[in-house]
């Protein structure tokens, strides 16, 4: 009895996911293992035939995978050794079906994952262009700003003491574990907050996106108004709204490091 097509494409699929390497199933149940660095995967294969380099700081991931047993490219069932328990040597190859099916699917988490990696997001992608990297920070994909996720960690503040504070934010506040210092953060300049509101999948206090803590108000910008030296601009998150603002006045706050 002849494999299914549907069988040989999920096969041929896993040998170019793995570079066209020849990796024979060693059992029905097993791991693929990715090496990834700088959001770029080094090496991609089966979990015990793939090491990475711990000491040049690649991350290891692990996808647990069903998969048929025997060489890849076997087209009869009676070449097949090591058939998966349930299989029956005839027409009934329901439990085989299922097992390829899963595969599939592990397979295209696999793929999902590795392409979150490549767009530079070592995280949870929200949408395309928010990487929430669950230590507090949440960076721009389009922009490389990376941007305090609690958007209302300081209150209102005057434009003086909103420069400060964002200067002086370090890892260990405001939900911060990135290992940031003092001096990594800044107030943003009006280009840089002004981003938050522009493009695609825009941040307003409405459509906060991966953010916790957006207010329907104005945020500082570290820029100064020139016709008016004692006012900043600042940007209003209910609507996207930019404005000059005295320095005085209590506004929010909501800190950036990085950028291109």
């Not at 262009?129 to 996720?149: A, I, S």
């Not at 943003?188 to 999948?201: A, K, M, R």
Request: glycine residues 12%.
């Amino acid at each position: 009895m002849k494999i299914s097509n549907r069988i040989v494409v999920v096969t041929v699929l896993v040998l170019v996911l793995l570079g066209g390497a020849t990796w024979a199933w060693a059992q029905t149940d097993g791991q693929i293992k990715a090496c990834v660095k700088g959001g770029k995967v080094t090496a991609l294969g089966f979990a015990d035939q793939v090491t990475c380099d711990e000491d040049k700081k690649e991350e290891t991931l692990l996808w647990n995978i069903v998969g048929p047993a025997g060489p890849p490219g076997t087209t009869d069932w009676d070449d097949l050794q090591n058939v998966p328990p349930g299989i029956a040597d005839g027409d009934d190859d329901t439990t085989y079906d299922a097992e390829i099916t899963a595969l599939s699917n592990q397979v295209a988490q696999l793929e999902a994952r590795i392409a979150v990696l490549e767009a530079g997001c070592w995280g949870i992608l929200v949408g395309t262009r928010w990487c929430d990297h669950g230590d507090g920070t949440v960076t721009d994909l389009t922009t490389g700003y990376v941007w305090l996720k609690n958007a209302n960690c300081f209150g209102l503040k005057d434009w003086w003491a909103a420069i400060s504070a964002a200067d002086t934010l370090n890892s260990g506040e405001c939900d911060l574990a990135d290992g940031s210092l003092e001096g990594d953060w800044h107030l943003p300049t009006i280009d840089e907050l002004e981003s938050l509101v522009q493009g695609d999948e825009r941040i307003l206090a409405s459509t906060p996106g991966p953010f916790t803590g957006v207010q329907s108000n104005y945020y500082w910008s570290s820029t100064t108004y020139a016709n008016v030296t004692s006012n900043a601009w600042s940007v209003c998150m209910s609507g996207g709204y930019v404005g000059a603002i005295n320095n005085s006045s209590a506004v929010y706050v909501w800190p950036v490091r990085g950028g291109p």
